[in-house]
């Protein structure tokens, strides 16, 4: 990581710029706030620690993503592209280069991913029978 020149400062630039977008966001912003109203401070340094912990492979981060995601008021499917959208666009902006770009957006769409998946995904979906119907 520090050969693509990040350190605990970007990470804490990136975290503040990304979720200051999300809460001005118009269909991000809603569904973040409404979870989080009153718990942003704990939430910041949970992504802060989170992050940290997938850049650094620090172990600092502890939670539990799926389950913490679980339940949340109108969130769909169609929202993960918007947030990885607006995380792409927050790199542009501050990204010390192309390739911490490319590093954060290629784990931001893994991560993107595997929470669609695991919040949305119905195996019957998949089932053969279904799909000659």
Request: aromatic letters at 12%; charged letters at 20%.
């Amino acid at each position: 990581m520090k050969a693509l020149g990040i350190d605990d400062a970007f990470i804490g630039r990136l975290v503040d710029t990304f979720y200051g977008r999300v809460l001005a966001h118009p269909e991000l912003g809603p569904v973040f706030d409404a979870r989080l109203s009153g718990r942003w401070p704990e939430h910041m340094e949970k992504m802060k620690s989170f992050w940290s912990s997938v850049a650094f492979r620090s172990g600092a981060y502890g939670g539990k993503p799926v389950q913490a995601h679980l339940g949340i008021a109108n969130m769909s499917p169609e929202l993960f592209p918007k947030w990885l959208a607006l995380f792409a666009a927050t790199l542009d902006d501050i990204a010390p280069n192309n390739d911490a770009k490319a590093w954060f957006m290629a784990t931001a769409d893994r991560i993107a991913r595997s929470l669609t998946l695991s919040l949305f995904y119905n195996p019957a979906l998949d089932d053969p029978a279904l799909k000659r119907s």
